[in-house]
């Protein structure tokens, strides 16, 4: 993981040939590396104050930490346990919630001893709130996300589907 830092790419909407990139973070606020950010995605195509991100606790070159950005503060909070390795961190709103990061951040975690477990860190404070340890291993680079309850039909009848091809 290279050493990153964090804009914001202002897109023009007048026509203007160029956008605008423009520093949100010091790197040293967030470690310098940085990779499968998210936001809460009620903010999609909105403007967005907090992202989620993996980082890289140096001198390590992959990523091993999860990053909280504020970009109207410019601050980070980090989570970071020796030995863990993270999957991209996925936010939750909390059903009701009023503020942009009232809700949880949840990442699969590789652990050093070959377990893995979910994490689930408080998305405003950044607190750890709890740990579901899996009865097996995760491999390192895990994707994953978030299916509210309302779409899981869908997401049974593409299981189906690509059962049918063959794909599963």
Known sequence: MHDNRVGR???????????????????????????????NPAFLGKKYRYAYACGAERPCNFPNTLTKLDLFAGKAKNWYDEGAVPSE???????????????????????????????????????????????????????????????????HARAIYAQFLGNS
């Open 89 to 155: 961190p996925f936010f939750v709103a909390r059903p009701g919630a009023t503020e942009e990061d009232d809700g949880v951040v949840i990442s699969m975690i590789s652990d050093k001893n070959g377990e893995g477990y979910a994490l689930i860190l408080d998305g405003s404070s950044f607190e750890e709130i709890a740990r579901a340890k899996f009865p097996y291993g995760l491999p390192y680079g895990l994707h994953g996300c978030w299916v509210p309850k309302k779409y899981k039909p869908f997401m």
């Open 9 to 39: 790419f202002i897109v023009p909407f007048d026509g203007s040939p160029n956008g605008k990139l423009v520093a949100a973070l010091n790197p040293d606020e967030h470690g310098r590396g940085m990779d499968m950010c998210s936001i």
